[in-house]
């Protein structure tokens, strides 16, 4: 990250706030959702168990690293992390229940496969309703905790992977570089193939308008 001047502008550390509940909780559960704005594919959640949280720059919001970051990070999340669950939504039921529900249902599956007594969770800004523990709703959570910072990495890069592996076996949609977000690639090749069975049917998509042709304003 680089400031106007062309310096290199200090990484934010996050941990802070988490370690702040560490301190009458058991443990904090980060949760955060990818691909709920995509096209195609799932939603994807992560809920990240921790006890304790270590002190690295290296964990942000996944949206303000590049792809080798995030694949790097996750890593080292998987191997530091008390526990960590991964939940797919897919299209059927995204239709079925709507993007919202079907995200809610997702994290509230992921919490319920790791919590404890004494926890705490952490979520980025859906409301997750009564799972028995303290639960704690902000808006741009990713940005200020270190745990909900760290399922936005693993959930992004779980389900780049999908998409890539989806893009490779049909690549008229190009997934690949998309991930299935409403790209101007994306919503033309919709436009000349249609939508495939991995499409959110109940997603609408901006149509691709033809460039008109320039011309000379006639003088009288």
Request: glycine share 8%; with cysteine.
């Amino acid at each position: 990250m680089t400031t106007k001047k062309g310096q290199t502008a200090r990484p934010k550390i996050l941990g802070g706030k988490d370690r702040g509940y560490l301190e009458r909780a058991r443990a904090v559960i980060g949760v955060d959702e990818v691909g709920r704005g995509s096209l195609a594919g799932p939603v994807v959640i992560c809920a990240a168990r921790f006890d304790r949280i270590p002190r690295s720059s290296r964990v942000c919001d996944s949206k303000q690293l590049t792809a080798k970051q995030r694949r790097e990070t996750a890593v080292w999340l998987r191997a530091i992390c008390h526990a960590w669950v991964i939940v797919e939504v897919w299209q059927e039921v995204i239709d079925e229940i709507n993007i919202l529900e079907a995200t809610r249902l997702a994290m509230r599956s992921g919490v319920r496969s790791l919590v404890e007594n004494g926890d705490e969770v952490i979520v980025d800004h859906v409301d997750l309703g009564d799972l028995g523990v303290p639960v704690h709703s902000f808006k741009r959570a990713d940005s200020a905790y270190f745990s909900v910072a760290a399922a936005s990495v693993l959930a992004k890069v779980h389900r780049d992977e999908i998409m890539v592996q989806l893009g490779a076996e049909d690549g008229r949609w190009e997934w690949a570089s998309n991930k299935g977000y409403g790209t101007l690639v994306h919503r033309c090749a919709i436009g000349t193939y249609g939508r495939s069975y991995l499409h959110r049917q109940s997603f609408q998509v901006s149509p691709v308008l033809p460039l008109m042709p320039r011309t000379k304003n006639a003088r009288g």
